[in-house]
């Protein structure tokens, strides 16, 4: 009753998982993923215990194909099982068990597993990997979701639409670098989830996204004094201050601003 892509980054360092389904609040069930290790997706009668055993396995350095058949040999329930696994390197891996339904299977290639069940046909899964074939080059989140959303495009879930889950993991990329998780995304029962997951993403890259060097802006001269106006106009002493009210404290650089943030401040 889901389909899912399971990914890593070109460099290697980014790993997670997107998922949607006609199903309440699918992250709360489906992806696991731990920097530096891997990510999994458990799905159709979800097994939840292969999220805790399926990372364990990763670190072993036991590659993903290993993993799928160490989890499901232990499983007796296997048949109604989907699950999809991608380690720090390599080939991803992705199984369907013999009783899940129609229209159900998967794909997988380096660093990637795609695979979905109760979907309108083979088009959803094969759309979501020339979708992520084709998007080489942009973030592992924004490569996830336009996955899902050529899958949604095609079809997606024969039932329909309810909930979609976005989720990566990447050393040092949490707030203020203080832990692993790059993106917890949910839209948890919504008419259009997978939509809805693009609108998050965008505010997530405005909140939350690194400056991009290149294009900040020197505080010095007239720019300078333009900053001190509108923050003494709106009531504020200095620019940390009014960032931190705006949640845009991870865009704040020593003695330069970064052109989203002064666009924001100009917005008032």
Request: glycine residues 16%; aromatic residues 6%.
């Amino acid at each position: 009753m889901t389909f899912s892509i399971v990914g890593r980054s070109s460099d290697g360092q980014s790993l997670g998982v997107a998922v949607a389904s006609k199903f309440l609040a699918v992250g709360a069930a489906v992806p696991a993923a731990e920097a530096g290790v891997g990510a999994l997706a458990t799905q159709a009668l979800a097994n939840l215990a292969y999220r805790a055993q399926g990372l364990a396995l990763l670190r072993t350095g036991t590659a993903a194909a290993d993993v799928i058949a160490g989890l499901t040999a232990a499983d007796g329930g296997r048949a109604h099982r989907q699950l999809g696994v991608v380690g720090p390197a390599g080939d991803g891996a992705t199984f369907t068990g013999d009783e899940c339904f129609a229209w159900a299977g998967g794909v997988a290639g380096d660093g990637y597993a795609i695979q979905g069940n109760i979907l309108a046909g083979p088009e959803v899964v094969a759309e979501m990997e020339r979708a992520w074939l084709g998007s080489e080059g942009l973030s592992l989140p924004r490569r996830l979701h336009a996955a899902l959303a050529a899958g949604d495009a095609a079809g997606g879930d024969r039932r329909g639409r309810q909930s979609a889950a976005l989720f990566t993991v990447r050393r040092g990329a949490g707030y203020g670098g203080m832990s692993d998780t790059e993106v917890d995304l949910r839209v948890d029962d919504d008419p259009d989830p997978v939509g809805r997951m693009g609108g998050l993403i965008d505010l997530w890259e405005l909140y939350f996204g690194k400056p991009d060097p290149a294009t900040l802006l020197p505080l010095e001269g007239e720019l300078a004094a333009e900053v001190a106006r509108r923050l003494e106009a709106l009531g504020y002493a200095d620019l940390d201050a009014w960032a931190g009210v705006e949640n845009l404290e991870e865009r704040m650089v020593a003695g330069a601003i970064d052109p989203l943030v002064l666009e924001r401040l100009r917005d008032g």
